[in-house]
C-alpha cells in the first residue's frame, strides 16, 4: 500500500520508521518483564521474560533474572536451564550463572550436578570464598570429607 502527500508517495519513510516501531515494542517486553521482576512477581514476570528473551537472546541479564524468578516461583528444573543458558551468553560474571544453578541443584539434592556448578564457577573466578563453601557442602552431602575439608 502507498500512500501519497502531496501527490508523493511515502511508502519509503514507513520502511524507515517500522523497525523502529517493532524494536520499542520489543524493548518494552524486556522493559515489563524487568519491572515485574523487580516488583517482585515471578509468576508474572516469568512469561514476560521468555518472550523478551525470543527479541534478545543474548541478554544475559534477562536470563539471570529469569532463573531468579523461576527458582521463586519453585519450577527449579526451568531455573537451571536458565542460568546455564545465561552462562553460556555472559560475557562475564559467568561463575554467578554457575554458582546459582549449583544452588538450585544442591536444593533439589542433586549434588553431583551441585558441586560440578560450583566446580565450573571456580574455574571461572576463584577468589569467591562462597563457590569454595558451597562446594565443600555439596562434597560433604556425597561423603567426600577429604575434598569438602580442602575446600573448607
Known amino acids: 500500500m502507498c500512500v501519497y502527500m502531496k501527490n508523493k508517495p511515502i511508502f519509503l519513510i514507513l520502511l524507515f520508521i517500522v523497525p523502529f516501531i517493532n ?3 520489543q524493548e518494552n517486553m524486556l522493559e515489563k518483564g524487568e519491572k515485574l521482576f523487580m516488583e517482585n512477581k515471578p509468576v508474572e514476570a516469568n512469561p514476560v521474560l521468555t518472550a523478551s528473551l525470543s527479541q534478545f537472546p543474548d541478554n544475559d541479564k534477562t536470563y539471570m533474572m ?3 524468578a523461576y527458582s521463586q516461583t519453585l519450577n ?3 531455573a537451571v536451564s ?3 543458558d545465561g552462562a553460556r551468553k555472559a560475557l562475564r560474571d559467568r561463575d554467578l550463572f554457575y554458582y546459582n544453578a549449583g544452588n538450585i541443584y544442591y536444593l533439589m539434592e542433586q549434588y553431583p550436578l551441585a558441586e560440578e ?3 565450573r564457577a571456580i574455574r571461572e573466578n576463584g ?3 562462597s563457590l569454595y563453601l558451597n562446594r565443600a557442602n555439596a562434597r ?3 561423603d567426600m570429607k ?3 575439608v580442602s575446600d573448607y
Open 66 to 68: 529469569l532463573g531468579i
Open 117 to 119: 556448578m560450583y566446580s
Open 76 to 78: 527449579y528444573e526451568k
Open 127 to 129: 577468589s569467591r570464598g
Open 82 to 84: 536458565s542460568f546455564k
Open 140 to 142: 560433604l552431602s556425597m
Open 146 to 148: 577429604e575434598d569438602a
Open 23 to 25: 524494536l520499542s515494542a
